[in-house]
């Protein structure tokens, strides 16, 4: 009994900890304001960074509320693994750029987000079933997508900050 009175509360404090992030990462993005104190965005096209920030602002929403709510709970692990995919990437996003530190940093929130997305597991057993036939081609195609990111990261390296101001 402890143990599971343990466990959830550390889940909780994990998930409002990610909340509070990604809600704060997003709004910046949204609006506009402050988007320079982020590592990488001054390439990055506006109407993707306002995707971007859109998606960080909805995943607090998809990982908190359902539960709060006590409906839908099967979105929370399915919210907390699509914010290590997306962190994960970004962190690949950083390897590229040779940003190590923030590299490091979103790689730390991804194992977050899939410890909590692990934790929460069991309350898909509540949500819709997905037969096997097409859950399995849908983490084939995932995998083969995976696999093409990391080698368009590794393959075409960001050019360095000190290369693009000799450019201009």
Known sequence: MLTTTLLTTT???????????????????????GIDRWTGFDDVPRPLTILIG???VAAPVALILPMLLDTFEWTTPLAAVGIAVVTLMASGFHVRAGEWLPALETALWAMLAGTVAIGRWDLLATGPS???????????IVA????????????????????EAALR
Do not use: C, D, H, Y
Not at 144 to 163: G, K, T
């Open 54 to 56: 859109i998606a960080e």
């Open 144 to 163: 083969v997508a995976l696999v093409v990111n990391i080698v368009a990261i590794f393959r075409a390296p960001a050019p360095s900050r000190a290369a």
């Open 130 to 140: 997905t037969s096997a036939e097409l859950l399995v081609p849908v983490m084939a």
């Open 11 to 33: 889940l909780w404090a994990a998930q409002i900890l990610l909340a509070l992030f990604f809600l704060f990462a997003g709004l910046p993005k949204i609006l506009g304001r």
